[in-house]
């Protein structure tokens, strides 16, 4: 055992210190959320160099994110010194599988020198090949494909060992063709895509047991913090790897694993035990983060999941305060009401980086971007872009431009072939040389190419057409308020179609963010009056250092930690998403229990839950639901709050401010369906038996938005 009194050990309990001390041998470390497992990690990795059992070169250490392994690498730099440095092995998978690769990349045909395609370049690559192959790729779209890809590569499958069932997942028994094709292209272009950088040093370390035969003798130490989001692949290579030494350490919690569509397997835990026999088992119960109003918050939800280990947690903190959750009229008031908040916890002298939103889709960003902009609070978007920073909002925003402004010719570039028009960079060019000659917009030139035999008739005709349409929406935007102007540019440029045509989750996201645009819209009178409050938005980048509140998804704060937590959008169809629901199956509404038990958790100090009444989705009011995760909640460790209850005053503003929405309401079509459950019975019953007494009092009177669902379900 250690020597007593190491520093190294300090503070840390009994079950930590095993963990750390284990050194030899398979261990397992599976414990709850805050539980101290990352920390534990982290000095064990320290006390494997301070010991002299490695040398830092000789420890291998996969975190989840590039910033968790900056982090572990700062506090591991806290206990060993400039050692850190030294330590070419911790990192995440990719990093570490990239860096490996470029030592073997001739073993699967690549050079050293390879590059590495981002997603947009294995799109186009994909897309040509589907083209040259005369497939429609309207039809089989290049996503749909780059998804069964991904799936295959995150598996560990190779073109040659898709079996018949995966073989027709695209294009009716293409897949696997396809597949090899890509996979050819990527080599004479000496390139890989991320999922590549594990799939070749699995088959190198398959098939060359000399390599593998070296790894294994330098990784005396292998170690995976958040275990429980492994996929296959990652998993083979790990397995390898610790194959020979197993001193390999690995730590999870079943009730985070929420990457199942990223190919992740919770199973990989459970068959840990089986793969190295006589592995250690360590568990902590203890958490250290949150307060216990805000664990037992958290436990109490989870307990609804029927696919898990279970596991106790228990903390001595001091109370807290319970976990609040605050029904609002709609998002804007939910964007207020946080806007509030965090100026409250700041003039109490809470820290802005101490403070994060969680949303489970990027598109909830938006409406918390507008009003910390309006009201000068500071905020980062993080993993994700800013909302009017994103592809499909620059695109309608470019569209937008070119019909407020026919010279804007950096919009011209980019919306001319989106959607795909069939004119390609050759007719940009000939469109550029005109136009520096005649000293013209390209828009202008557009026209004036038509009556030249500069391009090919077909070209010119599409030119044509594209500038009429332009022309046409520029009148309409002279009568058209600028929320409707967007939807039809967008219907008929045919933008909205082609994403449609794609039927990916991604390309419903960016319906989803197309949107919520044609909505933050509707605010505005005039599109001149839109746009100059775009590049005011687009211009908010504050100085790095600042102190700012971080806007994230609750997927991308896994690890984190934070005093004060606000979850906006807990309503049936956003959270859990819609998607969940339609899949209907147990494992996908658990998958999204395990995500609000991870983002309740991230809470140190205080949790605040938000759900709203109402949501405008497609322009049209819809009424929503509480999600079933709030009635899940212990009733004893939350508050219910709700404005709505504040008096009929306030209610009669929320009328006016909005111009009867029951109207709209009454009209608008039930945009979603609910799956039903006794959870969501419970939620329901629990929101208008309980809680915010007023809701179901107005209802009555106003015979419209929540009485929809309250005629819908048999309650008990
Ligand atoms: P998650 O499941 O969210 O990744 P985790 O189990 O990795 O959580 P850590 O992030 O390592 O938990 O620790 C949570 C918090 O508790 C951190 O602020 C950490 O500094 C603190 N902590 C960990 N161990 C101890 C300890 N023995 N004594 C006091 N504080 C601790
Ligand atoms: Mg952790």
Redesign the pocket.
């Known amino acids: 055992d250690g020597p007593p009194g190491d520093p190294l050990l300090d503070?840390?309990?009994p079950p930590?210190r095993e963990a750390v001390l284990t050194t030899e041998g398979p261990v397992l470390m599976l414990?709850?959320?805050?539980?101290?497992?990352?920390?534990?990690?982290?000095r064990r990795l320290a006390h494997l160099v301070r010991a002299r059992l490695a040398w830092p070169s000789e420890i291998l250490c996969v975190t989840f994110t590039n910033r968790a392994a900056r982090e572990m690498r700062e506090r591991v730099g806290h206990l060993i010194g400039p050692a850190v440095e030294g330590m070419p092995w911790l990192g995440t998978f990719h990093a570490i599988a990239a860096k490996m690769l470029r030592r073997h990349a001739e073993l699967v045909g690549l050079q050293a020198n390879y590059t590495i395609i981002d997603t947009d370049d294995q799109l186009r690559l994909l897309k040509q090949l589907i083209v040259a192959e005369g497939l429609d790729e309207k039809r089989w779209p290049a996503r749909q494909l780059a998804g069964c890809i991904d799936r295959w590569k995150n598996r560990g499958l190779l073109p040659d060992q898709l079996d018949a069932g995966e073989n027709e997942a695209y294009a009716n028994g293409k897949g696997r063709a396809f597949y090899q094709l890509y996979q050819d292209r990527l080599k004479t272009l000496n390139a890989c895509d991320f999922g590549d950088l594990l799939l070749h040093m699995l088959t190198i370390l398959r098939g060359h047991p000399e390599v593998l035969a070296q790894y294994q003798q330098r990784f005396k130490y292998v170690m995976v913090?958040?275990y429980q989001d492994t996929n296959q692949v990652q998993y083979f290579w790990l397995r390898l790897l610790a194959q020979s030494r197993k001193n390999i350490c690995v730590?999870g919690?079943d009730d985070?694993s929420i990457y199942s569509w990223r190919g992740a397997e919770v199973a990989n835990i459970l068959r840990f035990e089986k793969d190295f026999p006589g592995a250690r088992v360590i568990r902590?119960e203890?958490?250290?983060?949150s307060t216990p109003q805000i664990l037992a918050a958290a436990s109490g939800l989870i307990d609804a999941n029927t696919q898990r280990l279970g596991k106790t947690l228990w903390t001595d903190r001091h109370a807290g305060d319970r976990v609040r959750v605050i029904g609002v009229w709609d998002g804007p008031e939910e964007a207020r009401r946080v806007g509030d908040d965090i100026e409250r916890l700041e003039r109490e002298g809470a820290a802005l980086n101490q403070v994060a939103i969680l949303v489970r889709a990027q598109y909830q960003t938006r409406e918390f971007e507008d009003r910390f902009i309006s009201i000068g609070l500071n905020y980062r978007i993080v993993g994700g872009f800013r909302f009017y920073e994103r592809a499909e909002i620059r695109d309608a925003l470019a569209y937008l431009r070119l019909i407020a402004q026919p010279a804007d010719d950096l919009a011209f570039e980019r919306i001319y072939n989106a959607p795909k028009r069939g004119l390609g960079a050759k007719a940009l060019e000939k469109l550029h040389l005109l136009a520096r000659r005649r000293g013209i917009p390209l828009a202008a030139a557009a026209l004036e190419i038509v009556d030249t035999d500069e391009l090919p008739a077909r070209a010119r005709n599409t030119f044509l057409a594209f500038m009429r349409d332009v022309a046409r929406w520029r009148d309409l935007a002279k009568t058209q308020n600028p929320a409707d102007l967007i939807r039809t540019v967008m219907d008929e440029s045919g933008y909205t179609e082609a994403l449609q045509a794609e039927r990916t989750a991604e390309a419903s996201g960016r319906l989803e963010n197309l949107s919520e645009l044609a909505r933050a819209m509707e605010e505005y009178e005039s599109l001149g009056d839109f746009l100059e409050h775009v590049s005011l938005v687009m211009d908010n980048e504050a100085a790095a250092d600042e102190e700012k509140v971080t806007i994230m998804t609750m997927h991308a704060a896994?690890?984190?930690?934070f005093d004060h937590v606000f979850l906006p959008g807990w309503e049936e169809g956003v959270f859990p998403s819609q998607r969940a629901l339609d899949e209907g199956g147990l494992a996908s509404l658990e998958e999204e229990r395990r995500l609000a038990y991870?983002a309740i958790?991230?809470a140190?100090r205080r949790c605040t839950i938000l759900h709203a009444a109402n949501r405008r989705i497609y322009g049209q009011w819809t009424s929503s639901i509480p999600s079933r995760f709030i009635a899940e909640l212990p009733g004893d460790h939350v508050d219910n709050e709700t404005t709505l209850s504040g008096g009929a005053s306030l209610w009669r503003a929320q009328w006016t401010e909005h111009a009867d929405p029951f109207a709209e309401v009454a009209r608008a079509q039930p945009a979603r369906t609910v799956t039903r459950g006794p959870g969501w019975q419970r939620a329901a019953a629990r929101e208008f038996d309980t809680a915010p007494r007023r809701i179901a009092e107005t209802t009555r009177s106003a015979a419209s938005f929540a009485a929809k669902p309250r005629t819908d379900i048999e309650i008990g």
Do not use: F, I, M, S
């Open positions: 503070g840390l309990n930590q414990a709850g959320a805050g539980t101290g497992k990352t920390a534990a990690l982290t913090d958040e730590v919690d985070q902590l203890q958490n250290y983060r896994k690890g984190l930690e991870v958790t991230r140190r």
